[in-house]
């Protein structure tokens, strides 16, 4: 249970003053429909208003609030001219200028012979002096509604500020102080404030430095955001290192089998992953290990020795993929080699039902599977193994650590496992995401790889791109045609996605197909499949193309509107291609007018082709946020933290959340009961639950 403290940080944003059915979308979006959700949507900026001098000696340029008396309205005389109203104080006249105004409504906040309060950017137009479209008029009494330090917050359409301000104020005075979570040596040392004095110094800021990232109260609220993450993540390491552990020591005969069986062997980074997996699996504690690798670094022959590594100690071994397509492209991978070492391999997924499916299962149970390779399904109740001793997580990122435990919650002896991603990850944010894991990494690829030939071109050059691709095609090459992403909608990629799927028919007739995400597995596979046995030529997607789908033959990747993907994202589309042994080319196609660090960031992309380096350089160039692409990338929510100015605080959290979990595991203590806020307040209570859950 939530404790009682926070029930009004979750309260619903209706409650707040100004919030209602009609606007609460707009919230929503902006920021989300909870108190909490307001108080975490921190200013980007913030503006002085405190500069207040008289008419005649405020400086050309600057941001002034003056008193003022109002003289006289002067109307528009025509629909281009502006509407002004003048003004004056002791020292000389103000105007003030109004284009497309509302003469009634102007009238009633500006009434001739009353005072008022101005505030707003000064210029000197020729003789005069002039506010356009004053920030602020409010009658003397009134003066409060004017903030002195203005914090500007990133808005959504359909919001205005001064709307978001009061409900935000409302919030502010609304909840309460919580117990202090940090340690008193740690404040102490860092002389940061309270957390509930740190949000209001960011939202009533007293001076523009404070919503800086170096700042104390934001630094504060970066590491309790941060701590959050690493103690849910301490806590689950913990509780997986203290359940017993299994020694799987093989005596490596069907690995000697599956090797010789190999064309190939493999790279040093491979063979470097492969002993630290078995190092694990040998030793007595619980692995909890992830390999990352590039798509195409040949992670999935790591993972496969290892499973029969597992199985010649005797145990099952499970390989969990995200998507039925990732299922099946495991199977086929893994198959031919595992069953030609005597290994015998299942497939389950959603489509396995009813008979035939109790069927698998009970040969499951009975132990006549060693590798069961699945989706979801997998993961079901009655889904019963007669020993499993080992799992592989495929795109781990995908799903939650909830689906990792239950999966190992299938394992009466213990149980290994092993996380798989092809997202590449900067140092410090691996230990954010994965924090409790170990991490081995393949960065080397298979020799006799072609380099992907890059290129990026204006989208004024669509046609030139379109002729390419048409001659590509006639002499046999396969296609992938990415589509725009369009911000915060996926009814607009769709539609996008679409239009060009429709233009590109024109021209291609059936040999084009579409995949997109609101499609249903069984339809989008069989697109897949026709692109696979190249009954199509060129494939239409939103982002949805899978990541890990392997056609070989496909050698060129279009990507349209480049600027808008994150870099690994575009990374990861990238690797679609150059799979097989033709030269393949990716066409990064971007819009007429984009800015330096767009630019840079695709040359980036044209420069290299390592999936670490390219995330670094993304992390550098952006500062934050959205380093893993958009949506699906399995990176919680973090919206106080900027990993480039607060890189420092991760490891610090790391070693403080390992400190607490080692001391007061269960978080019984004083500090450990307010340190079970922190985790509620940010959403970060798995860890919580499991204890619960025992
Ligand atoms: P990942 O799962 O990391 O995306 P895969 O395991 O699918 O990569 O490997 C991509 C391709 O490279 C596969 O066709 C695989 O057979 C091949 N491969 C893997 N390791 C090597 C190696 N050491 N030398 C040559 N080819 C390899
Ligand atoms: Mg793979």
């Known amino acids: 249970m939530r404790p009682e403290a926070l029930f009004t940080y979750f309260a ?21 429909g909870r108190l909490v959700d307001m108080i975490f949507h921190i200013p980007s900026s913030a503006i002085d208003r405190r500069y207040h001098p008289k008419v005649m000696e405020a400086a050309a340029g600057s941001i002034a609030t003056i008193d003022i008396e109002v003289i006289t309205h002067k109307p528009a005389p025509n629909k281009r001219a502006p509407y002004k109203v003048i003004c004056q104080d002791e020292t000389g006249f103000l105007t003030l200028v109004f ?82 979570w940090h340690d008193d040596s740690l404040m102490g040392r860092e002389n940061w404030p309270a957390f509930k004095p740190s949000l209001l110094s960011l939202h009533r800021p007293e001076n523009a430095d404070v919503i800086t990232p170096e700042s104390l109260p934001r ?69 909890l290990r992830l390999m990352q690798g590039d798509v195409g670094s040949g992670k999935t022959i790591v993972a496969l020795l290892a499973m029969a590594a597992a199985v010649e100690a005797g145990a099952q071994a499970a390989i969990l993929a995200p998507t039925e397509i990732l299922a099946r492209q495991h199977l086929e991978s893994i198959a ?96 954010t995401l994965y924090g409790d894991m170990d991490v081995s990494r393949i960065q080397e690829k298979p020799p ?31 296609v992938y045609w990415v589509c725009p992403l369009v911000e915060e909608s996926e009814m607009l990629d769709l539609a996008a996605a679409e239009d060009r799927y429709k233009a590109l028919q024109k021209v291609f007739g059936d040999q084009v197909g579409l995949v997109h995400g609101k499609m249903k597995g069984v339809d989008k596979d069989a ?3 026709k692109f696979q046995s190249g009954e199509i030529s060129i494939l239409v997607a939103t982002t949805v193309i899978e990541v890990g789908v392997n056609v070989p033959e496909a050698t060129i990747m279009v990507i349209e509107h480049a600027e808008r993907f994150g870099l690994a994202q575009l990374h990861q589309l990238r ?17 007429e007018h984009v ?33 893993l692409g958009t949506r699906q990338s399995g990176m919680p929510d973090f919206k106080l933290v900027d990993f480039a100015a607060h890189g420092d605080l991760i490891e610090m959290a790391r070693d403080d959340a390992r400190l607490i979990v080692s001391k007061d595991m269960e978080l019984m203590s004083e500090r450990g009961k307010a340190l079970r806020h922190l985790l509620y307040l940010f959403e970060r209570d798995e860890g919580i639950r499991l204890m619960q859950s025992g």
């Open 595 to 627: 800015g330096e660090v767009a630019r840079s960031r695709l040359k980036i992309m044209r420069e290299s082709e390592d999936g670490f380096l390219i995330a670094e350089e993304d992390l550098r160039l952006r500062g934050s946020g959205e380093i």
């Open 527 to 529: 697109v897949m499949a």
């Open 448 to 478: 006799g790889r072609q380099p992907i030939d890059t290129r990026v071109i204006s989208n004024e050059r669509l046609m030139d791109v379109l002729g390419g691709v048409e001659r590509a095609v006639k002499s046999g090459a396969q």
């Open 99 to 180: 284009f497309h105004a509302r003469a009634d409504w102007l009238r009633k906040q500006l009434p001739e012979g009353e005072r008022r309060v101005i505030s707003g950017r000064l210029e000197h137009f020729q003789d005069q002096v002039q506010i356009t479209h004053p920030d602020y008029m409010v009658a003397p009494d009134n003066v409060d509604e004017l903030p002195l330090m203005e914090p500007i917050y990133p808005m959504t359409a359909g919001l205005s500020a001064k709307v978001f301000r009061k409900a935000l104020g409302g919030a502010l005075d609304n909840i309460p102080d919580l117990p202090e």
């Open 219 to 287: 630094r504060r609220l970066a590491y309790d955001e941060l701590l959050a993450t690493q103690l849910a993540t301490a806590i689950v390491r913990e509780r997986t290192r203290r359940k017993k552990g299994r020694s799987l020591k093989g005596n490596g005969n069907i690995r000697r089998q599956i090797l010789a069986a190999l064309p190939y062997a493999l790279t040093g980074d491979q063979e470097t992953a492969l002993g630290e997996i078995i190092s694990d699996l040998e030793g007595d504690r619980s692995m």
């Open 336 to 431: 031919p080699l595992a069953e030609g070492a005597g290994l015998r391999v299942a497939l389950l997924t959603g489509r396995n039902k009813g008979k035939p499916r109790q069927a698998l299962l009970d040969t499951l149970k009975a132990g006549e599977f060693d590798i069961l390779i699945g989706t979801h399904a997998i993961i079901q109740d009655d889904v019963e193994f007669k020993d499993l001793g080992f799992a592989v997580i495929d795109e781990q990122h995908r799903f939650g650590v909830q689906q990792r435990l239950t999966l190992s919650s299938k394992a009466v002896n213990g149980i290994d496992v092993l996380g798989m991603t092809a997202t590449p990850i900067p140092r410090t944010l691996t230990l």
């Open 575 to 591: 690797g679609r291609v150059g799979r097989g042994s033709g030269k393949s080319t990716c066409l990064l196609v971007r819009a």
């Open 12 to 32: 619903d944003i209706e409650s707040l003053p100004g919030v209602g059915k009609r606007n609460r979308q707009a919230f929503e979006r902006l920021a989300g």
